[in-house]
């Protein structure tokens, strides 16, 4: 393909056959290029309109680190609620509402050493 010396110069099929031209040239690279991505990535298409999945703890439930007297929980995730922000405002401590997790914690250990057996 000839350079153009001055685009200004050029009718107006000219510019339109030079501008088919410039998109055919990109358009072959662009294929190129995704063909070379597709070759280091294992295969699968690329731009197929399909997100990578995300964290696979997104959007699960968590169970809760804090309660009140009231029965309000807080997973410690997220904005600080109202209720535990007026608790601290009110002189306690966010440590006051943590929930017991020794028990549960005591259990899991005995449910990991029962499964174990010595050679």
Not at 28 to 33: A, E, F, N
Not at 60 to 85: C, I, M
Request: zero cysteines; charged letters at 35%.
């Amino acid at each position: 393909m000839a350079r153009p010396s001055n685009l200004s110069l050029m009718s107006v099929d000219a510019l339109l056959k030079l501008r088919d031209d410039i998109s055919d040239v990109l358009s072959g690279k662009v294929d190129d290029l995704k063909g070379q991505l597709s070759r280091l990535t294992g295969g699968g298409e690329i731009g197929n309109g399909r997100r990578k999945p995300g964290r696979a703890t997104k959007g699960r439930k968590v169970a809760p680190k804090y309660r009140d007297s009231e029965g309000n929980t807080w997973a410690g995730r997220g904005a600080q609620p109202r209720w535990l922000t007026a608790a601290i405002k009110a002189g306690k401590k966010r440590e006051n509402f943590l929930i017991d997790k020794s028990a549960a914690a005591s259990r899991k250990v005995a449910k990991k050493t029962r499964g174990r057996r010595k050679k």
